[in-house]
């Protein structure tokens, strides 16, 4: 009996040892719910819907202050609430220290630091707001629609919020403004304080990216990967150094992939960018909003008018992920070919009176015609060269003409997010604008294609070419130049927000008389609720509006379906630049609507739908396209993206029209750590109209008389890809994909498009590691291997020859790499 009841206290004994140290195991790592993932929430003990209920409230009502805050949420008991006070701790906001927010938001800088292309420019921006945080109190319009899901209606929110009340004393009151959208907060909390932050910090960045992954003009499926060759690699380097946010410092060198290092120009002007900015000062009446000298970006308005970027983002809204950020900043991008150098100085006066102004002169590659003294275009080349390789006699391209370009913007503003405004800009030349495509561009054997084309119905857009002669009372050097103005409006009415931009190209040198003179506009209604958005957007540009500063919406660029994207009826290959480089929009007539619903909380639904008419021919296009996501917990997301795409289809007898359909299936699981599983099947078709001349009799070599020609063009891939954090600074992501046909795909950092006729296997490793609080190095090797392509067409290959005409077999292989090097002080 002793025995057995000894027994039973050791048991007892046991299990209060087991409890005990179980509960002390649990309250030494309570959960920082202020500061907490909804991952770090799932070991609490609460159903999953209470998890979610919880981290919703604090990520939309801010930090909680209190445990007892929690009696607000519907989906807790208060025995739930007594279950988690040992759970949980109560910390501040840790995105309010300026010292940690670059720690804390690294999974954010990481992809930010890799960004390419038209949105380059903004990351730096961020990254600057994320270590130097603005006060909501002083911050202007412009400043708090800058960031990424952040719409006007949201920044006419916060304004008036701030007008009603003192102060906007924490992140609980900014919630609370009437009209900020959830998602608007959300974006907008990470950048902004309720007070004036600590001056004097300094703040240091560089960030070196080596690769030999070719680059591409935008991030769109038919997008044109810009390269020669692979050797030397493309490295950038960018340097800038702050202290507050009154002044900064920067530079940075880019050599593009192929090219070769060039440090001076021929004027002995360095190729680095340099650029230095005073920002935020008040002088009076007039506030200082930046002061830029070097290397700067200017934009205005919807772009219409001017964005000085080499890069072009299809059907460029300015909503949502598709930010485009207006004023004068400095400009330490991958930009070269419009890059902007001299001063540009961006202010206000009494907070009404919005004034911009900048003055640049820089080199530019251009093709010049035979003369050497007159220029048929400006041309964007990738890797950067001149070419002589491809025809002795072409005369060189780099540095061709010399530009002077001087503008500025005037904007009233009646009421916060209500304004007008004036724009414009000239570009004065040193030589004169001549085009000149029959003589110049084109093969003497194929003039006779030239407007005459079925399948280049596009080349009106290159007879429309702008031309001038014209001298300058400002520059003694000036041959030619080029003059555009604009007018904008916006307003915001409650949770509707308007926006318009016309803008008109000088011909005839007559200021007030726009009779005779090609125009453009932009037009867009954005609604807005919590759980729904809807954007109408309708856009006209004249064919000859030839203004290479515009990146307005489009859905295609300029010189598309012409002559210029054949390079074979070229007199120099590097010429069908002028069409793969090129980052102003085509000209186009047409109607873009989208939307987003959050139709339950699993479920999510986007569409967008476009109808235009390419002005150069007349043809008619349509854009569909809907993805539908769902959530029936917080791991496990799938999503379908369905597209359809026509060109022609309204008319039976276009000989170049297509049907393209393309499905995309995903299904993503999300595990602990930051850990995630990823299987994405993509399945697509592009059925042609028929054209006799491209069948061959594969038996005879002679034309068929079948009147099918290549009817379908099928394309399947199916990819798995797996991310997993080792340590929280240390983590792996594998990807492997078989593709065979047309496929497109976000590869990590990178947008690839690729098409392989008979299949191809694709994989790629990344490892990206945090050394230290301050540095980070992120590593990715690629390879892909085709299967074997034979060509039959002309007779099977003999025994001892394999030559393109005698039946060719071949590997299509690649190896590329990219490397990255960041440090953020």
Known sequence: MINQTSMIFKRVGHIVLISVLMLTLTWANPVDINNASLSDLQDLPLTEGQTRAVYEYVQYHGPLESIYELVNIPELEHSDIEALKPRLILKPDENASTNTRLQDQYRKVENWTSTEGASEGLMELWLERLAEPINVNTASYDDLVSFQNVSQIDAVAVLKLRAEVDSIGSARWLRNAIGLSYYGYRNLREFVTYSEPVGGQWHVWYNMVMKTIPSTNSTEEDANQLFVRKNPPDILHKFSVSNSRHWKAGMSYNRHLGEAHRYFNAGNIPEVKLSFTLADFDLGPLHLDRLVLGNFSATIAQGLVMQSTDFRSPRYSGY????????????????????LRGAGVQGSIFDKLKLMAFASKNDRDAVLNTDGESFTALITMYPRDDYN??????????????????????RYEFTPGTFVGFSSYESLYDKELRPDPLLTLILPANTGLFLNSSGNGADTEVAALHASSAASSLWDAARSNRRVQGLEFSTVISNLALQLEWAVLDKDSRIMSVKNDPRALVANAYLQFDNFNFMVLYRYYDLGFDNPYQRSFSNYQRYKSSIFEDWYYLKNPAFAYLYNGASQPQAERGVYVSSRYQMHRAWLLTTNFDTWTRVADGSRYFRTVATLEYRPTFNYRFRVRQKWQARGRFNIFAPTGYENRETILTARMRLSGF???????SNSGTQFDPRRRLTIDLATGANNNSAVGQAYSPGDALGFTVTHNYTTSFKLIGHITYYKGFFWSFED?????????????????????RLGNHWAVRAKLTWDEGSAISNYAFGAPSASSRSVQTGLNYYAEATDFRIQLDYAF
Request: proline share 1%; aromatic share 18%; charged share 15%.
């Open 320 to 339: 949502g992920w598709n930010k485009r950020v207006n004023g004068i900043y400095s400009d330490l991008s991958r930009t070269q070919q419009y890059a």
């Open 389 to 410: 390789y491809f025809v002795q006699d072409t005369l060189d391209m780099l540095n061709a003409v010399v530009e002077v370009t001087y503008g500025g913007n005037v």
């Open 675 to 681: 850990d995630q599983l990823q299987v994405t099947y």
């Open 749 to 769: 950092t990178d947008f690839q498009v690729f098409d392989s006729p008979n299949g191809a296997i694709r994989w790629y490793v990344t490892a990206f590691s």
